[in-house]
């Protein structure tokens, strides 16, 4: 069975799924800003129609849908991942955060970590920072590599290749059996990320937000850049594609992402369960005990 195809063709956001992807073609901004009440008014109808289809999938548990975040620090991840499944069931859904690995997590392959968190069918999994942590990340500053309990020696002219390599062939074989996976590049501008530093760092309620280390990595921009390039460009598929949402405007960005994740899970084919006919039977006989207490 080879995987399916999920990607939403006609999306602007979709990257090219045949090795062609160039992000420094992809808008950080797409038109006018939006105003708070449409843009609220507008998420709220997308979230709804998410949570309908939320309902069906947790009752038929025939699928998994697996969503993965990436972005540069301040991009709006967490408040994406908040709004964006505001409606659905928390039995639903379960989100995961991955940050510097564990002494145990080291003591595996670098995918076992996130494999362990995959959901289960019938429900909405939600990787903030991901796998993909191991080619961003750790190829900006490679000697993480050093303190990774490698088995063999570190070939950096071929490990990001062989580990791009291993996610596809994990996607893959997630697609083909009922995982369905959508990624999403939040593309937040060089500009408008020093913007909410700075607000993170004049606006008393936000300084918990600011860590030090965020403008440290924002010096790697270009490096970062390269690495998103070769990450996205190796690993959007038509089974597991790459969104790259202009992030600029995290109104807009929200609404982005949410029209993705409906359609998405608009076009599978989900319905509630189907009584059988053994059951129905049982069901009718609860249902006349049931009313039979009235007298």
């Known amino acids: 069975m080879n995987a399916p195809d999920i990607s939403l063709s006609d999306n602007p956001w979709l990257t090219a799924t045949d090795g062609s992807f160039d992000l420094g073609r992809m808008v950080t901004l797409h038109g006018e800003r939006l105003d708070r009440k449409p843009a609220k008014k507008t998420l709220r109808r997308t979230v709804q129609r998410i949570a309908t289809a939320q309902r069906m999938l947790y009752a038929q548990t025939r699928f998994a849908v697996l969503l993965v975040f990436q972005a540069m620090d301040a991009a709006g991840k967490d408040s994406t991942i908040r709004n964006v499944l505001s409606g659905v069931n928390p039995a639903g859904c379960q989100v995961w955060s991955f940050k510097r690995p564990s002494s145990l997590e080291l003591d595996h392959d670098f995918l076992w970590r996130t494999t362990k968190r995959l959901p289960e069918r019938g429900r909405i999994g939600v990787f903030n920072r991901s796998q993909y942590e191991e080619v961003l990340v750790v190829r900006v500053h490679p000697s993480i590599l050093d303190h990774q309990q490698l ?117 599978l084919p989900l319905a509630f369960p189907v009584t059988n006919a053994a059951d129905q039977a049982t069901h009718d006989l609860m249902h006349a005990e049931l009313l039979a207490e009235e007298d």
């Open 151 to 267: 088995p063999y020696p570190i070939d950096l002219d071929t490990i990001w290749d062989d580990r791009l390599h291993s996610i596809r062939e994990q996607e893959a074989h997630l697609a083909r059996n009922g995982t369905v996976i959508l990624k999403f590049f939040l593309n937040v501008s060089r500009e408008e990320q020093r913007q909410r530093f700075l607000a993170r760092l004049s606006e008393p309620e936000k300084n918990w937000k600011f860590e030090p280390n965020d403008v440290r990595e924002r010096r790697n921009w270009t490096e970062y850049m390269a690495a998103y390039q070769s990450a996205i460009e190796s690993t959007s598929k038509p089974w597991a594609p790459w969104y790259c949402i202009p992030a600029d405007d995290k109104r807009a960005m929200r609404i982005e992402v949410a029209k993705i994740v409906a359609r998405t899970l608009e076009r």
